[in-house]
């Protein structure tokens, strides 16, 4: 079956994120290891590399939530679900969908007015506005919604839910 338009870039947005975070897990290592290097064998630390990693790490678990999110990763308390007849599971399965697409837009949307609140606050050691790490909050979150727009209308079509194993096997 051919891919929608919305399923290609979800893809494409997916692998871009995927090299994304595991491009800044590396640059996190090399400066954590240049901190601790730089701290306990020259006895002078840098100074900017905590405050970087710290950003670093919001981006980094933000983004890898966003990925997630499109291949249904996330936690679900599924006990009293299962306990439920098999039409009510599907049913609640449904809510949830709508429910968490819901919410991760208005996160988003509440992610890009601090962005714009904080624009004008500056790092102490890095000297970068503030916007720069909180704007993790409405990019993950964008994501998140375009992913659960996707799985909308992979349910209004009558499709599966993607799952882990199956964007995998997609690769």
């Known amino acids: 079956?051919?891919?929608t338009r919305l399923e290609r870039f979800c893809d494409l947005a997916e692998k871009a994120t995927l090299n994304i975070t595991m491009a800044?897990?590396?640059v996190m290592l090399v400066v954590a290891w240049m901190h601790v290097t730089r701290r306990y064998a020259f006895n002078s630390a840098l100074t900017w590399s905590e405050e970087f990693l710290r950003f670093s790490i919001v981006w980094y678990a933000l983004l890898s939530a966003s990925i997630l999110h499109k291949r249904n990763g996330h936690l679900g308390i599924t006990i009293f679900r299962e306990m439920m007849p098999a039409k009510l599971q599907k049913i609640i399965q449904r809510i949830?969908?709508?429910l968490a697409t819901l919410t991760v837009a208005v996160v988003t949307i509440s992610g890009i007015v601090l962005v714009i609140g904080t624009r004008e606050q500056i790092t102490p050691a890095l000297g970068i506005s503030m916007a720069v790490p909180y704007a993790a909050i409405p990019v993950s979150f964008f994501l998140m919604t375009v992913y659960g727009i996707l799985h909308i209308v992979r349910d209004l079509k009558g499709l599966p839910a993607l799952s882990q194993n199956q964007a995998e096997l997609k690769e």
């Open 1 to 3: 079956m051919e891919k």
């Open 24 to 26: 800044l897990c590396a």
């Open 96 to 98: 949830v969908i709508y």
